[in-house]
Structures are given as structure tokens and as C-alpha cells.
């Protein structure tokens, strides 16, 4: 069975440009996590689907982060414009319901120049 | 709100020593609780969970017991080997918080030969 998968690993950016990660959550999986890990620390809660549904975004920096998931599959995150302090692993998991544990990608490294 | 403490390291240990990873937490209700494991080079990966008071969680030797009358989930293992070199992330999910998943920090766990 194939895990969740993003694209791309890597991602080098000048501060002010924009930029999206794309995430193929596990085939099934009704729930689908963003989160946000910096250097050192635990990863953080970015954005919480339940099928198509956005039912926690309350850690969402609104203002310069926006995030999809159409027809409740594959997810995008995206981020405009950049800032130096975005510079962070971008973690996408999903699982089969909230209850559940979180299957991890490998996760987007973002370093904002 | 709630919140996982971990013991702070990083932690290093010679092969087959005895290690312990202490996790507190903090959540209203009777939460799920996990151990992450992540590798150099490699995503989070779930290595055991409980799902309720008293519950033991077990995988690949490593153990946590979920205790609730000190609000701990501690991981141990008897005896580790260098492959088990990693860090280590202890994650609660809160059902009466709509599943909100919360992270500790991480444990650097270094086994040496």
C-alpha cells in the first residue's frame, strides 16, 4: 500500500515569491493533517480536513497561507508571499478517521532566503 | 489548551543499555496517546499507541504504558541497539478537544556500539 506521498522534498525560495506544496494522502483516508515543524521541535497543526472539509484551521497563519483539498483526495498548501521565519519542514499525514493515528509523509523542507 | 512534555535531550546510550523517554501530557478527557518515531532521512512513524488508562503499547521491544493518575505515557525499551538511533515524539489526540493532536518536542536518541 502506498503512504502518504509529497512533492516536492525540497523547496529553495527568495523571501516575497510564492510557493505550494502538493500532498497524495493515503488511498482511503477521509482525514488529512498539514502541519508545520521547525528545527528542533515537535511538529505543529496547521490545517485539519475531514474529507473536503476544513474543520480546524485555527493555527492557519490566514493571512499569507491558504490551503485545498478538492474532491477529498489530494491536498495543496500554499504560501504567499514567503517569509524568512516559513523556513520549516512542512509535515502532510492522513488517517482513516480523527480518531485514528496519523500516517506521515516525508514532508516538504522549506528554506526561505 | 493541552500540551506533551518530554524529557529534553539529546539522549546517548551504549547497545543494550536500558532506555527510558520520559512523556507527561496535559488534556481534558481521556485522550489517545502515541509514540513517533523518526529516523535520519526518513518521516514520522507511528511505533505504538494506547487508547486508553492502563493500556500498554508494544513494537519492536519498545513499550509505554498509559498512566493516568500521573498523566504519563513513558517510553522504554530493555535493551537498544544502534539501529534505534532516532528521535523520538510522544502526541496525544483529544477526542473532547473535536481530535486535536498535540506533539512533544522530540527526543534525540544516539545508540552507540
Known amino acids: 500500500e502506498a503512504g502518504v506521498v509529497q512533492s516536492p522534498r525540497y523547496k529553495i525560495i527568495e523571501k516575497k515569491q510564492p510557493v505550494a506544496f502538493w500532498c497524495n494522502p493515503i488511498s482511503g483516508h477521509n482525514t488529512l493533517y498539514w502541519y508545520r515543524q521547525n528545527l528542533g521541535q515537535g511538529p505543529e497543526l496547521l490545517i485539519r480536513y475531514e474529507n473536503e472539509e476544513a474543520v480546524d484551521d485555527s493555527q492557519l497563519p490566514k493571512d499569507r497561507f491558504s490551503a485545498e483539498r478538492l474532491k477529498g483526495v489530494d491536498s495543496t498548501l500554499k504560501i504567499q508571499p514567503a517569509e524568512l521565519g516559513d523556513s520549516a519542514v512542512y509535515l502532510c499525514?492522513?488517517?482513516?478517521?480523527?480518531?485514528?493515528?496519523?500516517?506521515f509523509g516525508q514532508g516538504t523542507r522549506l528554506t526561505v532566503v | 489548551g493541552n500540551s506533551v512534555t518530554q524529557m529534553e535531550g539529546p539522549v546517548t546510550l551504549s547497545e543494550e543499555a536500558f532506555l527510558t523517554i520520559n512523556c507527561t501530557y496535559t488534556?481534558?478527557?481521556?485522550?489517545?496517546l502515541f509514540w513517533y518515531v523518526q529516523y535520519p532521512g526518513e518521516g514520522l512513524q507511528l511505533l505504538l499507541k494506547a487508547t486508553k488508562a492502563d493500556d500498554k503499547g508494544s513494537n519492536k521491544g519498545f513499550e509505554a504504558t498509559y498512566r493516568k493518575e500521573t498523566t504519563s505515557f513513558h517510553l522504554e525499551k530493555g535493551s537498544v541497539q544502534v539501529s534505534d538511533s532516532a528521535v523520538y515524539f510522544c502526541?496525544?489526540?483529544?477526542?473532547?478537544?473535536?481530535?486535536?493532536?498535540?506533539f512533544g518536542d522530540g527526543t534525540t536518541l544516539t545508540v552507540k556500539p
Open positions: 488534556a481534558t478527557g481521556y485522550p489517545s
Open positions: 502526541a496525544l489526540i483529544s477526542y473532547t478537544n473535536a481530535g486535536k493532536s498535540t
Open positions: 499525514a492522513s488517517s482513516s478517521t480523527s480518531a485514528k493515528e496519523a500516517f
